[in-house]
Nanobody
């Protein structure tokens, strides 16, 4: 239902743009989020965006504010994470997450993408 892409290996100071496309039967998508999980650590929220485009960035996600930008294309059911000025501590598996309603009679359910690896070398 959610397919993430765009991860890779980059040097510190570089940039990557992650994408996550929702597919299948979709009536509506509410929140879309990016999480990450560093080696040996718990998964943490990085950023979220509402269907109307309002954004929020997690204070706990090691100072991504000002470096990462979350956005979405509602027509393509896709969420993006532009990551600039990358640091080695940004290394981890990045997961997309979304609240999706599949039909007008359904409720919003939470779906997860498969994760995409981001590695930042020093």
């Amino acid at each position: 239902q959610l397919q993430a892409s765009g991860g890779g290996l980059v040097q510190a100071g570089g940039s990557l743009r992650l994408s996550c496309a929702a597919s299948g039967t979709i009536f509506s998508i509410n929140f879309m989020r990016w999480y990450r999980q560093a080696p040996g650590k718990q998964r943490e929220l990085v950023a979220l965006i509402t269907s109307g485009g309002s954004t929020d960035y997690a204070d706990s996600a090691d100072s991504v504010k000002g470096r990462f930008t979350i956005s979405r294309d509602n027509a393509k059911n896709t969420v993006f994470l532009q990551m600039n000025s990358l640091k080695p501590e940004d290394t981890g598996v990045y997961y997309c997450n979304a609240d999706i309603m599949t039909t007008h009679r359904a409720i919003f359910r939470e779906y997860w993408g498969q994760g995409t690896q981001v590695t930042v070398s020093s």
